[in-house]
């Protein structure tokens, strides 16, 4: 293939002209998943599943409405998942819906359980208060309910939502309770106008999950000491996919919803040659500026907004987006016997596990190798008359002149993955915040450690620099401070390095009354379940 555009040369002020016209991908409705095929049980590659205007993922807007999500049983031959969160809005269904809201909205939101066990459900990314933040301080029992109140104070970009009942929230996330959450302001139309793209058609979400086969959750002890992780790559939900493109931009709205696989993405042509793709937006939303890239690591939790630029492509060209091979960097050492990590040091490179998980790993997929995420074939010329500004929003930085630091320490102790040797507890609150300060956080991991994805609950923060990075991660740092190129935005989780420091500066100014707690922990759901998680009370 040749896609002759694509030099690395190029600039983005020479990004082309291309039309409004597109290709039109099939929507993920009720009644195209019921009639779909097994959602990994043929050989054959799956069209990408897009969420449409109801049904799994589809997009709700509840434009200031209350609304009702019911956690209840949500299997279907075209779905992975055993559970879900249902919906109705104006006459529609939803499975776990891609809730879309603009700034300022208030959002109404009754949680119903009908499972048979307790949940509650977070709202990643976003600035609430303790009472609205879902971090399992309470929960809705089975058969009972907890309702939300809260003002939509986030930046425009892309969040979203998964349990967080401590202990319960790795299986009930892998099981199905999650979902994408858009947020929405006159920066982001401002935006989609210049792009020239539109939800659905040309601006898709793809949400990243590796699994194994069958919808329940059987972690084994390995599994729970360095995360559960599949042997089967699903975007949206299909295995293998693939999406009928034109010759124009396309944006992709990016989440990592794995319990504990980091992925390194990027795209390739059918020769294995790198296609570079525009980075503009992360976590909290967008970036200042455009940036250019050709690869670039998404941990779990972690999102990513990119522009991909096939202006330049054939018809007939296929271009894959890929995780590329790198080392995972379990540098952990084995647990002592009839520890939660007993076992033994891996990075599930295949062996079986004893009892009914057997056949989860008989074609195992090991952390940190390469495998194809999904194929983008060109079936349609088109062109574009897009462009992406130089100037995305305006982004601040928090003042850090004199401000606090506060050190942090991640690793292994007796067993349990632990933060300054300590665990969780629900009565003990070791951080606490003057309400209205700047902080600069120092968070280091033990070089005998392993990669943790770290969380921060009710703020958005910004990494100021990396110090003493692994190899693998210098090509990739585009300053001086050793900062990737998903550093330059607002963050939310920022995934840590054995042996590496990071330094991040989080401004803790916020609109509620009295004294509010939220919660910093590795967003790996089997550490944070295992009891690497503290609270933090700010005021």
Not at 221 to 239: I, M
Not at 327 to 338: E, I, K, L, Y
Not at 514 to 537: A, P, V
């Amino acid at each position: 293939m040749q896609i002759r555009s694509f030099g690395r040369r190029r600039a983005l002020t020479q990004l082309g002209a291309i039309a409004s016209v597109f290709m039109a991908p099939r929507a993920l409705s009720e009644r195209s998943a019921a009639a779909a095929a097994d959602w990994c049980g043929s050989a054959e590659i799956a069209e990408l599943r897009i969420p449409g205007e109801d049904g799994w993922f589809g997009r709700l807007a509840p434009r200031g409405s209350p609304l009702a999500l019911t956690a209840s049983p949500g299997a279907t031959p075209a779905a992975p998942w055993a559970i879900s969160l249902a919906a109705r809005h104006r006459g529609r269904r939803y499975r776990n819906p891609t809730l879309t809201f603009e700034t300022g909205e208030r959002a109404q939101i009754a949680l119903e359980n009908t499972l048979d066990e307790a949940t509650i459900v977070h709202w990643h990314g976003f600035t609430v208060d303790t009472a609205n933040d879902g971090a399992g301080m309470v929960l809705a029992p089975p058969a009972g309910r907890y309702d939300y109140d809260f003002i939509v104070r986030a930046r425009s970009g892309l969040y979203w939502y998964h349990p967080h009942p401590h202990g319960l929230t790795a299986g009930q996330t892998y099981r199905g309770l999650f979902g994408m959450i858009v947020v929405e302001d006159a920066e982001e139309r401002a935006l989609r106008t210049a792009l020239d793209v539109a939800w659905g058609k040309t601006d898709i979400p793809l949400l990243l999950q590796d699994r194994r086969p069958g919808p329940a959750y059987t972690p084994d002890a390995a599994d729970l000491h360095h995360g559960f992780v599949g042997n089967l790559a699903t975007v949206n939900g299909s295995c293998d996919a693939r999406l009928d493109v034109a010759t124009r931009a396309y944006r992709f709205r990016i989440l990592n919803a794995s319990n504990a696989r980091t992925y390194r993405l990027g795209f390739a042509d059918a020769a294995g040659r790198s296609i570079p793709f525009t980075l503009i937006g992360t976590d909290g939303g967008l970036l200042a500026a455009p940036l250019r890239c050709d690869e670039c690591f998404l941990s779990t939790a972690e999102r990513i907004d990119i522009v991909l630029d096939l202006s330049g492509a054939r018809i007939g060209d296929a271009v894959q987006l890929e995780t590329r091979e790198f080392d995972p960097m379990h540098f952990d050492a084995p647990a002592a016997p009839g520890s939660p990590a007993t076992g033994h040091v891996h990075s599930h490179a295949g062996e079986a596990p004893s009892g009914d998980a057997t056949t989860a790993r008989e074609t195992p997929w090991p952390e940190g190798s390469a495998r194809r995420l999904l194929t983008l074939r060109v079936r349609q010329r088109a062109t574009w008359r897009g462009r992406i500004p130089a100037q995305l929003s305006t982004l601040a930085m928090p003042a850090v002149s004199g401000a606090k630091e506060r050190p942090f320490r991640l690793g292994f102790a007796k067993g349990s993955w632990r933060i300054n040797d300590r665990v969780f507890a629900m009565d003990e609150t070791p951080i606490e915040v003057a309400r209205d300060a700047s902080e600069v956080w120092l968070v280091r991991n033990y070089h005998t450690s392993m990669p943790h994805a770290m969380h921060l609950h009710g703020f958005q923060f910004r990494v100021l620099e990396r110090e003493t990075s692994p190899d693998a991660l210098a090509p990739l740092a585009v300053d001086d401070k050793g900062r990737l190129a998903t550093d330059l935005g607002a963050k939310d989780t920022v995934l840590v390095w054995p042996g590496e420091s990071i330094r991040i500066a989080i401004d803790f100014r916020h609109p509620f009354p009295g004294t509010q707690t939220w919660m910093f922990h590795c967003h790996n759901l089997e550490h944070e379940d295992g009891g690497m998680m503290l609270r933090m009370k700010v005021g």
